[in-house]
C-alpha cells in the first residue's frame, strides 16, 4: 500500500470513529437542526448587526470630539476647521483623529468619561453577542438534516469520506452565507426606518440635531437588536459538550484547558498556522475599517444622514457580493480557502489604496467620491468580518507622524501580507486530520489524561 493510499485509510478509519461514534449518533438523532431555530438564528444576526457599537457609536464618539476641540491655528474656542482639530490629552496637545484610535488602550479625561463609558461598554457586548452567535454556528450546521443523511450515507458505504467532508463544508457555507445575506436585508429595513428618523428628527438644521440623532440611532439600532435576540432565545436547543472532567470547574476549565492547547498546538500545527493568520489578518480588517470610518467621518462632516445613506449603499453591495460569491463557490465547488484568499487579496488592496494618501491629497479615502467607492467596494469584495492591537498601534504611528491619519495603512499593509503568507503555507487536508485525530483523543479524554486531570470511564449512553 503506498504513502497515499494509507494516509487516506488513516483518514477513513478516524472519520469513522468520530462521526459514526454511538455519542455523534444520539446527538444527531437528538438536537436535529429544525427550520425555525436556523432562521430564529439568521434573525439574531440582523439584531446584532453593529450599527449600534460599530457603526454609530465610534461615529458619535468621533463627532463628540471634534465639537470638544479647536483649531490649532486660532487657539482654545475656535471651532475645528480646514486647519486640524485638537485639544488637550494626556500633558499634550493631540490631533483628535490620533486619540479615536487610542480610546481601548488608555483612559480618557473625565470630560468624555460618559461617552468613553457607553463607547467600550457598546463595543464590548456587540463583540461579546457576535462571539455568542458564532459559537452556535458549528452545532447548528452538523445537525442540519442533510448533513445528517450525508452521515448516514458515509456510514454505510455510499459516499466516501471526502465526498462527505466537502458536501459538509457547502452546507456551513451556504448557513454562514444566508445568515450574512438576511442580516443585509435586515439592515437595509433598519437604515431606511432610521432615514425617517432623522428627517423627523431635521438632523441636517444644526450640528444640535445632528449630535442628538447620533443617539436616537443608537438607541433605535440597540431595540431592534433586542427584538430580534428573543426569538432565538425561545426557539435555540441545547447542545450540551464534554462533561467536565472530576477535579475541574467552570472557573478552572479554560485555564486547564488552554494548557492543554498549547501543549498540544504541535500536534495541531496547520490550525496554530491558520489562527496566526486568523489573528493578524483580523486586526488588519479590523484596523482598516476604523481607520477609514475615521477618515470618511471627517469627509462628511459627521453627517447622521449622509453616514446612514453611504451604510445603505454598503449593505446593499455587501448583500449582492455575499449572493453572487456564494452562486460561483456552489457552481464551481470553490474551496473555502480559495475563496478566503480572494477575500484577503482584496483587503490588501484596501490598505494599498490608503497608502497612496501618505503623500497625496488626491487619494486615500479623502474625498466624498472616494468614501462612496469605499463603501460599495467593502460591500461586495469583502463583506462583514474586534481588532484591538491595530488600533493602538496605529494611534502611536499618527502621533509618531506629525498626525499624518493615512500612515497607518503602512503598517497594516505590512501586517496584511505578512498574514497572507500563514494563509498560504495552511494545508486543509493536513488540518482536517489533525482536527479529527485531536478531537478523538479529547472525546476519549487522553488529552486530559496526559494533563494530569483525572477522567471518568466513558459510558454507553442511556
Known sequence: MSSDEKQKDRTASVTEAIEDSPETNLSARKWTTTRLELWSYYLYYVGNNGLSGFNFGPSQFQNLLFLAGYDPTIGPGAACGDNGCVLPYLGRIRDTAGVSFAWLGVKQPSEWRAGVALYILGLITYQCSLTFWTAAFPGL???????????????????????????????????????????SAGEIIILAIMVGILKGLHAEDSTENNTKAFSVLI?????????????????????????LPPGTSLLTIGFKQVYVAFRECLRLKQTFLYLIFYFLMGDVLNTTVTVIATLQNSVVLYSTLDLTLLLIVGIVAQGFGIYLFWLVQKRYKISTKTMLSFNVFWIIILTIWGLIGVHTNKFGFKHVWEIWAYQAFYGLMVGKTSAFIGPLVSSAIITASDDND?????????????????????????????CKEFIAAEAEREVFKQAGIQTPTTEEPK
Open 406 to 434: 493615512n500612515m497607518p495603512f503602512a503598517f497594516l499593509f505590512t501586517l496584511g501580507v505578512l498574514s497572507t503568507i500563514f494563509l498560504w503555507m495552511v494545508d486543509v487536508e493536513k488540518s482536517r486530520m489533525e
Open 141 to 183: 450546521a452538523y445537525d442540519l438534516p442533510e448533513v445528517e443523511e450525508s452521515r448516514k450515507e458515509f456510514a454505510s458505504g455510499k459516499k466516501s469520506s471526502e465526498n462527505h467532508a466537502r458536501f459538509h463544508s457547502l452546507a456551513r457555507n451556504r448557513v454562514s452565507n444566508i445568515s450574512f445575506a438576511v442580516c
Open 219 to 243: 438607541a433605535f439600532s440597540g431595540g431592534a437588536w433586542l427584538v430580534c435576540a428573543l426569538p432565538w432565545f425561545i426557539f435555540e436547543r441545547r447542545r450540551p459538550g464534554l462533561d
